[in-house]
């Protein structure tokens, strides 16, 4: 189960395409790049997007606790959706904690490997990409796909 989040053009609604190609790689990504403004996160991470502070909150019960972790930028602009992907970041980058040796060994022992171990660092980086393609179209709209 992964997350895939597209940049919409506002007026077309169809995924924005860059004049280059891109190699911002998540849990799906295409050798030699993608024109797509498309990301493909695991779900490995949502309890990191889910923790309080990193995405913001909302009284509704079709989230999860009250939180719609990283789909709180669903329906937003790439410029409204800077603060909130920067926030994000920060507040990871801030927290002191992360897996433990024994609960990487875990996931290792299932068969996950870098990308795929939920640690804190792997949780950031897509966030990184989502704000940069943010900041390439902040008109784009984000989406859920």
Do not use: C
């Amino acid at each position: 189960m992964s997350y895939d989040i597209s940049l919409k053009d506002p007026v077309t609604k169809e995924t924005i395409e860059f004049e280059d190609p891109h190699y911002m790689r998540g849990g799906i990504y295409e050798i030699g790049g993608t024109r797509e403004a498309w990301l493909n996160i695991t779900y490995n991470y949502a309890d990191w997007y889910y923790k309080d502070g990193v995405f913001p909150s909302f009284e509704d019960e079709n989230y999860y606790n009250g939180r719609s972790g990283i789909r709180s930028i669903y329906g937003l602009s790439g410029a409204e959706s800077i603060p909130i992907l920067q926030n994000a970041i920060s507040v990871l980058e801030n927290m002191k904690e992360d897996l433990k040796p024994g609960e990487i060994k875990r996931y290792q022992d299932k068969g996950a490997n870098g990308y795929w171990i939920p640690t804190r660092e792997n949780a950031i980086k897509p966030l990184y990409q989502l704000l940069a393609m943010a900041k390439m179209r902040p008109d784009g709209i984000f989406s859920g796909d």
